[in-house]
């Protein structure tokens, strides 16, 4: 993770410390031996079919809002949002989903915006329709995981039960 001056008042050292702990548990944590591959809880979690991509998506959600709590332009937190949502929609595909959370690392690269911008504003700048871009989010994330799970659901209602005959 990158460094970021030490001019930033304690509240906000404080829960920038805790962006970057949580964003380090679930994007690089652990590295796979013999390589300079990181990956976090983020694809550990994705292994668990549907349990672990809703708890992996509101942790990752839980991340965001924190990042937005900081503060920063509406433009920035719709990437931020795209991130999170891309990392949600493509982690609940079985196995690519835990490739794609290995390479594509979301809260890290939020965290990296919310860095880049407090270079320039150490105090954040609050804008009101982060907000909206926060509900936004939450309710494309919920609409994801309501998909795959009726998705799922249809596809259980259309397996024909077989009978096996052993003699």
Not at 36 to 53: H, T
Not at 147 to 157: G, H, I, M, T
Request: avoid cysteine.
């Amino acid at each position: 993770m990158s460094k970021l001056s030490e001019k930033y008042d304690p509240k906000n050292k404080k829960s920038l410390q805790t962006i970057k702990f949580l964003t380090e548990w679930m994007d690089t944590k652990f590295t796979i031996p013999f390589t300079n591959i990181k990956f976090g809880l983020d694809p550990l979690l994705s292994l668990m079919p549907g349990a672990g991509d809703i708890i992996s998506s509101g942790i990752n959600v839980g991340i965001l809002g924190l990042i937005l709590a900081k503060g920063v332009p509406v433009k920035t937190a719709f990437k931020m949002m795209f991130n999170t949502i891309f990392d949600t929609l493509f982690s609940s595909i079985p196995f690519l989903g835990t490739i794609v959370d290995v390479g594509f690392k979301s809260n890290t690269k939020n965290l990296h915006l919310l860095e880049q911008h407090l270079k320039n504003n150490p105090n954040g700048k609050y804008e009101y329709g982060i907000w909206i871009v926060f509900g936004i989010t939450i309710f494309m994330i919920i609409a994801i995981i309501l998909s795959l799970v009726f998705l799922l659901l249809y596809l259980a209602s259309k397996i024909e039960p077989t009978t096996i005959n052993y003699f």
